[in-house]
Nanobody
Framework: QAQLVESGGDSVRSGESLRLSCVGS????????VGWFRQVLGKEREFVAT????????GYDDAVKGRFTISRDNIKSAVYLQMNNLKPEDTATYYC?????????????????WGQGTQVAVSA
C-alpha cells in the first residue's frame, strides 16, 4: 500500500556523502512509520535509521549515529537518509521499510512493506 521506491545509491569513496530517497504513495505514505535497513550478501538485513509519522521520533543504529540523518517531507511523500562521512563498512543494499502503525521501525518484525532496495558502495 505504501508503494515504496528507493533511489540515490551510488559508488563513492570513503569520506564522501550520499542522500537516499524513499518515495511512497500519496494516500498512505505520510501516515506510515519509515525505516532504512541495509543488507550485504550472506548477512541478515540490519536496522540503520527510522522516523515516525509526523517526524516526532527518530532513531539510529550506533554504527551510523552522528553521520546519518533521517528526515521526511510530507509534501513530497518522501523520506530521506543523508549519509555523511561514508565508510567502506556502509557498503550494502539499502532498503526502505514502512509500518502501517506510524511508529518507528527498528526491527524486521515492525515492517509491513519493503522497497526494492538501492545499492551503496564505499571504497577506501
Amino acid at each position: 500500500q505504501a508503494q515504496l521506491v528507493e533511489s540515490g545509491g551510488d559508488s563513492v569513496r570513503s569520506g564522501e556523502s550520499l542522500r537516499l530517497s524513499c518515495v511512497g504513495s500519496k494516500r498512505f505514505f505520510n501516515d506510515y512509520g519509515v525505516g532504512w535497513f541495509r543488507q550485504v550478501l550472506g548477512k541478515e538485513r540490519e536496522f540503520v535509521a527510522t522516523i515516525s509519522r509526523g517526524a516526532r521520533s527518530t532513531g539510529y543504529d550506533d554504527a551510523v549515529k552522528g553521520r546519518f540523518t533521517i528526515s521526511r517531507d510530507n509534501i513530497k511523500s518522501a523520506v530521506y537518509l543523508q549519509m555523511n562521512n561514508l565508510k567502506p563498512e556502509d557498503t550494502a543494499t539499502y532498503y526502505c521499510a514502512a509500518s502501517k502503525w506510524g511508529t518507528t521501525v527498528t526491527n524486521l518484525y515492525d515492517v509491513d512493506e519493503w522497497g526494492q532496495g538501492t545499492q551503496v558502495a564505499v571504497s577506501a
